[in-house]
């Protein structure tokens, strides 16, 4: 019998072993925007623990786009030279495709690192002045953006596509554009952080556009042969916020604009809790589930999967493509590698690897 987590998929020319995805994961970890041997260390060990795809961190295409000091980013050649060495040696050792999600955090930038507290810097220490939609900041205390204007937007968006070639010329696989958690792109959606009266704001058309027009000046500077995805917030949890109807709506017309599939995960523009229980296995899989119903695209689905099982039965009961893990890859680098051993099919193991295998 077929086990449907441990088939492969292919987006456009490239083919995945399998549905097993290594989620994105923060490390703030790099200087200047630079990857190190902590990346080479982490993404490296992740590569080759029997995953079909393997995304980076959010990596910011400027830097004030960044979210911490300490977060990657790719706009200039150092910090191109640095993740080439850290892509190449994937691709030596592991069978996961390689991914990069690019990113902006807008209102959500300058940042502390999370065990320094993660709140706002203020200037004194290494903050910078961020931009958001509109001029509100993410909370009480937070700094206030500065309201993006045409030569703001123009800007970033040449930044996304900017890193865009870079991520051709250092031979990654697949670009995942971060238009969710209340970052740059999701802020434009969301109305909790879009009060803009232009063409940009108010009616969902309005709020879709500039991330629309980011993702179609990235496809356009992305080789046709290879794959790009937009992960979003499916929900902001909150009233008014953006909603699971907009969100088919979006990935509708990310779809006629070439978008190859949907990470689905939520919240973010709002610093209120999700009123679920969100450590439960599963809490954002019906998102998944009704977006690749309603706008028939491919998802991801992510969000606290940690069993083999269950993972089997999102991906065979059609609620998503693929499935993602973040936190549970921590606890487990070698996670593809025990899923396939107890649902009864196959992983990559590298050939140092091979005499391990159950």
Same mark, same amino acid.
């Given at each position: 019998?077929?086990?449907? =987590?441990?088939?492969?998929?292919?987006?456009?020319?490239?083919?995945?072993?399998?549905?097993?995805?290594?989620? &994105?994961? /923060?490390?703030?970890?790099?200087?200047?925007?630079?990857?190190?041997?902590?990346?080479?260390?982490?993404?490296?060990?992740?590569? =080759?623990?029997?995953?079909?795809?393997?995304?980076?961190?959010?990596?910011?295409?400027?830097? *004030?786009?960044? !979210?911490?000091?300490?977060?990657?980013?790719?706009?200039?050649?150092?910090?191109?030279?640095?993740?080439?060495?850290?892509?190449?040696?994937?691709?030596?050792?592991?069978?996961?495709?390689?991914? #990069?999600?690019?990113?902006?955090?807008?209102?959500?930038?300058?940042?502390?690192?999370?065990?320094?507290?993660?709140?706002?810097?203020?200037?004194?220490?290494?903050?910078?002045?961020?931009?958001?939609?509109?001029?509100?900041?993410?909370?009480?205390?937070?700094?206030?953006?500065? @309201?993006?204007?045409? #030569?703001?937007?123009?800007?970033?968006?040449?930044?996304?596509?900017?890193?865009?070639?870079?991520?051709?010329? !250092?031979?990654?696989?697949?670009?995942?554009?971060?238009?969710?958690?209340?970052?740059?792109?999701?802020?434009?959606?969301?109305?909790?952080?879009?009060?803009?009266?232009?063409?940009?704001?108010?009616?969902?058309?309005?709020?879709?556009?500039?991330? =629309?027009?980011?993702?179609? @000046?990235?496809?356009?500077?992305?080789?046709?042969?290879?794959?790009?995805?937009? +992960? !979003?917030?499916?929900?902001?949890?909150?009233?008014?916020?953006?909603?699971?109807?907009?969100?088919?709506? =979006?990935?509708?017309?990310?779809?006629?604009?070439? /978008?190859?599939?949907?990470?689905?995960?939520?919240?973010?523009?709002? &610093?209120?809790?999700?009123?679920?229980?969100?450590?439960?296995?599963?809490?954002?899989?019906?998102?998944?589930?009704?977006?690749?119903?309603?706008?028939?695209?491919?998802? !991801? @689905?992510?969000?606290?999967?940690?069993?083999?099982?269950?993972?089997?039965?999102?991906?065979?009961?059609?609620?998503? *493509?693929?499935?993602?893990?973040? +936190?549970?890859?921590?606890?487990?680098?070698?996670?593809?590698?025990?899923?396939?051993?107890?649902?009864?099919?196959?992983? &990559?193991?590298?050939?140092?690897?091979?005499?391990?295998?159950?």
């Amino acid at each position: 019998m077929t086990v449907e =987590l441990f088939s492969p998929i292919t987006f456009r020319n490239l083919e995945c072993q399998n549905r097993v995805v290594v989620a &994105p994961m /923060c490390q703030y970890s790099a200087t200047d925007g630079v990857a190190n041997d902590w990346h080479l260390m982490h993404l490296g060990h992740l590569s =080759l623990g029997g995953a079909g795809l393997l995304i980076t961190e959010a990596t910011s295409v400027s830097a *004030d786009g960044r !979210i911490t000091p300490g977060c990657l980013a790719l706009h200039n050649d150092e910090q191109e030279a640095a993740l080439k060495h850290v892509v190449d040696f994937c691709h030596d050792v592991g069978a996961a495709h390689f991914a #990069v999600q690019l990113a902006h955090a807008g209102r959500k930038a300058s940042s502390a690192l999370p065990w320094d507290g993660g709140k706002s810097l203020t200037a004194d220490a290494g903050g910078w002045q961020t931009i958001a939609p509109s001029a509100v900041p993410f909370a009480e205390g937070w700094h206030v953006p500065v @309201a993006m204007d045409r #030569v703001d937007m123009d800007r970033v968006r040449d930044d996304f596509v900017a890193a865009t070639k870079r991520c051709a010329r !250092i031979g990654v696989d697949m670009i995942e554009l971060h238009a969710a958690h209340g970052y740059l792109l999701s802020e434009f959606l969301s109305p909790i952080a879009n009060h803009r009266d232009d063409d940009y704001g108010g009616s969902l058309e309005n709020r879709m556009r500039f991330p =629309l027009e980011v993702f179609t @000046a990235v496809r356009q500077a992305w080789p046709d042969d290879k794959p790009l995805g937009v +992960r !979003i917030s499916a929900t902001d949890w909150d009233v008014p916020g953006w909603t699971i109807e907009e969100s088919v709506v =979006l990935s509708r017309a990310l779809k006629e604009l070439g /978008c190859d599939f949907i990470d689905c995960s939520t919240g973010g523009n709002s &610093p209120n809790r999700p009123p679920v229980a969100s450590g439960e296995q599963g809490y954002q899989v019906p998102f998944s589930r009704q977006i690749r119903a309603e706008a028939d695209i491919p998802t !991801i @689905a992510v969000g606290k999967i940690l069993d083999a099982a269950y993972a089997e039965s999102i991906i065979a009961d059609g609620s998503a *493509d693929m499935v993602a893990l973040a +936190r549970g890859m921590l606890q487990d680098p070698r996670w593809a590698w025990h899923a396939a051993a107890e649902l009864g099919a196959e992983a &990559p193991y590298p050939p140092q690897y091979a005499r391990s295998k159950p």
